[in-house]
């Protein structure tokens, strides 16, 4: 994390250049925030590695997520964290059902925290808390506002991303912010490994900002105060995954690694089914062992690149339709007979 930029009493950002630091704590638990009790929404493995994170430091009146789907043969990691936990649980399917919880039961928080819930949160449950809700949205708003922010922050190639505190409003991620902060990315990051860097950030920044703004000590800033522009995301399709040939190589080689956790870069070469796992952009043909030829992409032309070098693929290593990982040079000397 290069810097953390919160917001101030003044309404105006205010700027610490330097990595997030932990507040006092008593005990194991942040101080100021031993009285305090919060509702938290989560659902996929991102909500719950940051539960785990924050109930050492908070405590939780109640765990709410969607329930596991008929057709899943796993866990529900959000429901089995919250009993190892002995936190109450309440799942919603929908914003019916969710406002149907808020109806029927009658929560003591005066805040909620939400991390990849994967519901739209009607006005009727951002009202109950007086202080609201905060989201804990994974780039910097707003920048990649929409479902999978991570994912995108890869595929475009950007230098950096981040994380933001945001209180919900009804628009979807419009809300202003309460905290943020900037994370430099390395040029061969993957999803899932960015996705880890960003837990733990979010986790500081919550740590940081809930006993600060339960005191009163912080009123949100709009989110032109971080200076990015507004881009969205979306959720996924396993269509996306589907390498397309006629893309140019540095955009292949991103997807590689956007797609890494899912859906995957799924391929065929020399007739067989596979999945690419790791790739880079090559010179020529003769750069790499198993060098596949790219198109322009639709933005070769005045983009400032030497066309040529957008033109070639190495893939370094993928998963056969054996199902083993292996290098390109292997693939090349087990599968490529009769190409």
């Keep these: 994390m290069t810097y953390a930029e919160c917001a101030s009493p003044s309404g105006k950002p205010k700027i610490a250049k330097k990595t997030a630091v932990r507040p006092a704590a008593l005990d194991g638990r942040l101080a100021g925030a031993g009285d305090v009790r919060l509702v938290f929404f989560g659902s996929g493995p991102v909500a719950a590695a940051s539960l785990r994170l924050l109930a050492a430091d908070f405590d939780f009146e109640a765990v709410i997520t969607k329930p596991k789907p008929a057709h899943h043969h796993g866990g529900s990691p959000v429901v089995e964290l919250a009993k190892q936990l002995k936190l109450p649980i309440y799942t919603a399917s929908n914003k019916t059902e969710l406002d149907a919880i808020f109806t029927s039961q009658r929560f003591l928080s005066r805040l909620g925290v939400l991390i990849d819930f994967g519901i739209i949160i009607s006005p009727k449950v951002i009202d109950y808390f007086p202080l609201g809700i905060i989201n804990s949205h994974f780039s910097v708003l707003p920048q990649w506002r929409g479902a999978d922010p991570i994912t995108f922050a890869v595929l475009s190639g950007q230098k950096t991303t981040g994380v933001s505190l945001m209180l919900l409003v009804e628009k979807m991620d419009e809300g202003p912010l309460l905290a943020y902060a900037q994370y430099e990315m390395s040029q061969d990051v993957t999803t899932p490994k960015l996705t880890q860097e960003l837990i733990k950030i979010s986790h500081g ?76 952009v090559a010179n020529s043909q003769k750069d790499g062992d198993l060098v596949m030829f790219c198109g322009p992409g639709p933005n070769a032309e005045g983009s400032g690149f030497r066309l040529e070098r957008r033109r070639w693929l190495e893939i370094q290593q993928l998963i056969a339709p054996s199902g083993r990982k292996i290098t390109g040079a292997d693939f090349l000397r087990g599968y490529s007979s009769g190409r």
């Design 205 to 280: 920044l919550l740590q940081e900002t809930l006993p600060k703004y339960l005191a009163g000590e912080l009123q949100p800033v709009p989110q032109s105060a971080t200076g990015y522009e507004t881009s969205y995301s979306r959720r996924l399709v396993k269509q996306d995954g589907v390498v397309d040939w006629n893309k140019s190589a540095d955009q292949l080689e991103r997807e590689v690694r956007a797609y890494a956790g899912w859906p995957k870069s799924q391929a065929k070469i020399f007739g067989h089914d596979v999945i690419i796992t790791k790739a880079r």
